[in-house]
């Protein structure tokens, strides 16, 4: 499976984005997901992940009540929507995915990489 991150672009402060992750190369309904970030000059962090079906679902504490992933198997996608924006969620976005059905935070389990969106907050 290789993935495809899009949806990132220029936002003001408040506002509201949704990043897809497309899945190529194969099924996606056995595979969990997360989203990750890189925020400047640190390193890439965890942000949200979701189950194999979509019933655990986990965040970091930062974007609770914010930012909500889903998932379509039937599209093979995956999307991160993202409310309330702050600048300090300006980052890059990448998704990320594992051949495994639970929910997992740990970037280092992730097998599968997408390129990454650039999303920015500012006004």
């Known amino acids: 499976v290789q993935l495809q991150a899009s949806g990132g672009g220029l936002v003001e402060p408040g506002g509201s984005l949704t990043l897809s992750c497309g899945a190529y190369g194969g099924p996606i309904n056995i595979w969990r997901f997360g989203w990750f970030r890189q925020r400047p000059g640190k390193a890439r962090e965890f942000v949200a992940a979701i189950d194999w079906i979509g019933l655990m679902i986990d965040y970091e504490d930062a974007v609770k009540g914010r930012f909500k992933i889903f998932r379509d198997n039937a599209k093979n996608e995956v999307f991160l929507e993202m409310n309330d924006l702050k600048v300090e969620d300006t980052a890059i976005y990448y998704c990320?995915?594992?051949?495994?059905?639970?929910?997992?935070?740990?970037?280092?389990?992730?097998?599968?990489w997408g390129q990454g969106t650039q999303v920015t907050v500012s006004s």
């Open positions: 990320a995915a594992q051949n495994r059905r639970d929910v997992a935070r740990d970037e280092s389990i992730y097998e599968e």
